[in-house]
């Protein structure tokens, strides 16, 4: 049983540009969270989604950032006109129910890099 | 709001070394406290948990016990390896608080040299 996969491993975008990450929760997971890791700080919660639904999008920047979870295919975080800010390690974690006891899978992330 | 702190790293030891690392927490309702372990190249897992007050989360020798009096839950093992090597993360989930993100610490790096 694969996993939670997240690609690509490594992003390099010009600013203004727009930067697409993706992430693949284990099999079976329908509960998907992103996290983003600045620079010397710790995780910080951005989205929950489950399937085609949006949840809880409290840590969520309120513009240039979105983020979805089709019914097929892997949870997708878009950050549109990326500025230097933005880089930092985002993880996604899955688990197969929700609720404040539930064990969540880590990816290995995805380091973006702003130019 | 809801906040961990942790202690700053890197923390360096020698193998077989006693390891304390110190986390506190601040939270609005009743936490689940968590310890992950991110080890290089890797997403981070879950170490242990402990879901309330005076209970003893343990794995891999590592231990970490619930203590609300002291809104503590300091992450102990008493002989540590090399390949304990990686980054700690304490964190909190507060019950019932909605879609319940993890909130975490900046994280502990340790070194174990041997």
């Known amino acids: 049983n694969a996993g939670v996969m997240q690609n690509p491993r490594h992003l390099v975008r010009r600013r203004g540009q727009e930067a697409r990450l993706r992430c693949s929760p284990m099999?079976?997971?329908?509960?998907v969270y992103w996290y983003r890791q600045l620079p010397e700080e710790g995780l910080k919660f951005m989205v929950y989604l489950q399937k085609e639904n949006i949840i809880d999008e409290s840590g969520m920047p309120k513009e240039r950032f979105s983020a979805e979870f089709p019914k097929e295919g892997p949870s997708i975080l878009r950050i549109q006109q990326v500025v230097r800010g933005d880089s930092a390690a985002y993880f996604c974690?899955?688990?197969?129910?929700?609720?404040?006891?539930?064990?969540?899978?880590f990816g290995s992330g995805t380091q973006l890099s702003v130019l | 709001g809801d906040s961990v702190t942790q202690m700053e790293g890197p923390v360096t030891l020698s193998e077989e070394a006693f390891l304390t690392i110190n986390c506190t927490y601040t939270?609005?309702?009743?936490?689940?406290l968590f310890w992950y372990v991110q080890y290089p190249g890797e997403g981070l897992q879950l170490l242990l948990k402990?879901?309330?007050?005076?209970d003893k989360g343990s794995n891999k020798g590592f231990e970490a016990t619930y203590r609300k009096e002291t809104t503590s839950f300091h992450l102990e093992k008493g002989s540590v390896q090399v390949s304990d090597s990686a980054v700690y993360f304490c964190a909190l989930s507060v019950s019932g608080g909605g879609a319940d993100g993890l909130t975490f610490g900046k994280g502990t790096h340790l070194i174990i040299q041997p």
């Open positions: 099999k079976g997971h329908s509960h």
């Open positions: 402990a879901t309330k007050a005076d």
């Open positions: 939270a609005t309702g009743y936490p689940s």
């Open positions: 974690a899955s688990s197969p129910r929700g609720g404040p006891n539930e064990k969540l899978f």
